[in-house]
């Protein structure tokens, strides 16, 4: 079974510009969550899906960034347009229905570097 | 509020010696507790977790952690630390808000000495 896959795993981007980052969930899992780590700082939640609807973005730092997940099955995040704080590792995971959403299965992460 | 506490920044030991990495925990009800692992260039890995029941976890790699709620703590531990345990070590608390997150602690990076 594949895990969670994330692309791209690296992504150098100017201040201003757009990137758009993507998750592919383990198949079947309704729950799909992204996370951000900034340099030195701990692992911060970003928001949670329930297949395609928003169930908690409450760590979404602010409008410039747009999380999508159509059909319930991948997602993106948009970051647009990018400043320099935001640089860090963007972790996505996903977790089956709501009889065990605690445990979360994570990609290995795209590294974000705004210059 | 929900947080996680790991004290230790960073930690050295010798391959072959024990390991005790702490973790306390902040949060109202019956926590679900996890400790994840990142080696280098590598996504998170989980080594354990508790929801409920026996106190003492095992998880994989010969990792263990004990769940003592009087102390709010977390900690995990390995008799025999091996080289390919150097990396960074997450403890984490699983928070149902209006869905579900995991809090994070800082992490803990563990060095292996020769």
């Known amino acids: 079974e594949a895990g969670v896959t994330q692309f791209p795993s690296h992504s150098v981007i100017e201040k201003g510009q757009t990137v758009t980052l993507r998750c592919d969930p383990i198949s079947g899992h309704d729950n799909l969550y992204w996370y951000r780590r900034v340099m030195g700082k701990e692992i911060k939640f970003l928001l949670h899906f329930v297949k395609e609807s928003k169930q908690d973005e409450s760590g979404m730092p602010n409008n410039r960034f747009l999380a999508e997940r159509t059909g319930g099955t991948y997602s993106t995040l948009k970051v647009q347009p990018a400043e320099l704080e935001d640089s860090g590792v963007y972790f996505c995971?996903?977790?089956?229905?709501?009889?065990?959403?605690?445990?979360?299965?994570f990609g290995p992460g795209t590294r974000l570097t705004v210059t | 509020a929900q947080s996680v506490t790991q004290p230790d920044i960073h930690i050295t030991v010798s391959e072959g010696a024990s390991l005790e990495l702490r973790c306390n925990y902040s949060?109202?009800?019956?926590?679900?507790l996890f400790w994840y692992v990142q080696s280098p260039g590598q996504g998170l890995q989980l080594l354990l977790k508790?929801?409920?029941?026996?106190?003492l976890v095992q998880g994989i790699k010969g990792f263990e952690a004990e769940f003592k709620r009087s102390q709010s703590s977390f900690n995990l531990r390995k008799p025999s630390v091996h080289w390919s345990d150097a990396a960074e070590y997450f403890c984490a608390v699983g928070a149902r808000t209006g869905g579900f997150k995991t809090i994070f602690g800082a992490g803990t990076r563990l060095f292996v000495k020769a």
């Open positions: 949060y109202g009800a019956t926590p679900y």
């Open positions: 508790y929801f409920s029941g026996d106190t």
């Open positions: 995971a996903s977790s089956q229905g709501l009889a065990g959403p605690y445990e979360q299965y």
